[in-house]
């Protein structure tokens, strides 16, 4: 009996109930014909609806809790009348801090069959993999608020860039675009941000050194961003900052199909603690229970998860058949032009896995 993976599963709020659903289903199909791969599932209520009932948006030794376990699967975060800053610092990135989830993975590629707004671009023009610094920067929660309420009110966010934080970002994607013979761009902007981006490409100049065989670019975020849309090709592997990651990643899955299609993984390398995956497109309260949500970035997150716990032939196959999908466009679900529910589209998908 082999031992199994650990997977807290966080439905969160919204349309998260409905797509994480297909990912579980997903794998627990595969648990079901692989005698080799054993999943073991845990749910918690967490999120804005729970925050609503409780005044928090997880259990008090939440956090103690998600300890015990090797990966988090997380549906969706947020519900109207709970300000974003709540749901984000009190779950996302409490959950993130904690387990020291310092990279974040976001993979932007055209996928054949998938929609773009990009005129005459080809699934070989958009592909790339975006390392986002996940556990500082901008989004360190260092400031404060001075003279509130006053006509000299004064609001300060001071980002945070620590040699090893930024070092080690960087790093990762070094050692990725070596693995995979890729280029590697990084994403700053040292022109208006003279201490923190000037500190970021000092970094990136210096790591670059114990890898020469990585082809290098720097570009200044506002560039960056024209080139995702005007020349995404020049563009491989990109390692870039908390807030700049953030932005330019939803602008990579403007161009890749919508955030329908958008998964991420926000990893502890070490594995010191468990990594957490899940579709990035929010938690659309106006769809919410209509099951007309689109399920293929949660199974693209699960495949994420797959490669994570190195089960590399399984993460190619949920890849490569969410692909499939796209190209056929037999069953998807309306923001892909299809008729399709949620739950049909999971059901497609484990048909699909069973004809391999």
């Known amino acids: ?22 990912g579980v289903k997903v794998l627990k199909y595969i648990q079901s014909v692989d005698e080799s791969v054993s999943f073991e599932f845990e749910y918690f209520p967490w999120g804005c609806e729970y925050y609503v009932e409780h005044g928090k948006m997880m259990d008090d030794d939440g956090i103690e809790r998600l300890k015990q376990f090797d990966a988090i699967y997380l549906g969706a975060v947020g519900y109207p009348g709970v300000p974003d800053h709540i749901s984000l610092w009190d779950l996302l990135l409490r959950i993130r801090k904690s387990f020291d989830q310092y990279v974040n993975v976001r993979p932007i590629k055209l996928l054949n069959g998938a929609p773009t707004v990009l005129k005459d671009v080809t699934p070989e023009d958009i592909n790339m993999l975006v390392i986002r610094e996940n556990s500082e920067g901008e989004y360190a929660g260092a400031g404060d608020r001075l003279f509130q309420g006053k006509p000299h009110e004064v609001a300060l966010q001071t980002g945070v860039f620590s040699r090893k934080g930024t070092e080690r970002i960087i790093r990762y994607a070094f050692d990725i675009a070596q693995k995979e013979k890729r280029s590697l761009t990084s994403i700053s902007k040292a022109n208006a941000l003279n201490y923190s981006m000037v500190f970021w490409d000092e970094v990136f100049e210096e790591v670059s050194k114990d890898y020469p065989d990585v082809e290098t670019h720097s570009y200044l975020v506002d560039a960056a961003s024209m080139f995702f849309v005007m020349d995404p090709k020049r563009f491989e592997v990109v390692v870039t900052s908390n807030l700049f990651g953030d932005i330019i990643t939803d602008l990579g899955a403007g161009i890749t199909g919508g955030m329908g299609l958008a998964a991420g993984a926000n990893l502890n390398p070490e594995r010191d603690f468990p990594s957490m995956f899940e579709p990035i497109h929010g938690s659309a309260p106006d769809i919410a229970g209509k099951q007309i949500a689109n399920p293929l970035a949660t199974l693209w997150s699960a495949s994420q998860m797959l490669e994570f716990f190195g089960q590399n032939e399984w993460a190619e196959k949920v890849l490569s058949l969410i692909e499939k999908m796209l190209v056929d466009k037999t069953v998807l679900t309306p923001d892909l032009g299809g008729t399709a529910s949620t739950s049909e589209v999971g059901d497609h998908m484990v048909q699909l896995l069973k004809q391999l």
Do not use: L, Q, S, T
């Open 1 to 22: 009996m082999v031992n199994p993976f650990k997977i807290a599963v966080i439905p969160g709020d919204g349309i998260g109930p409905e797509v994480i659903a297909e």
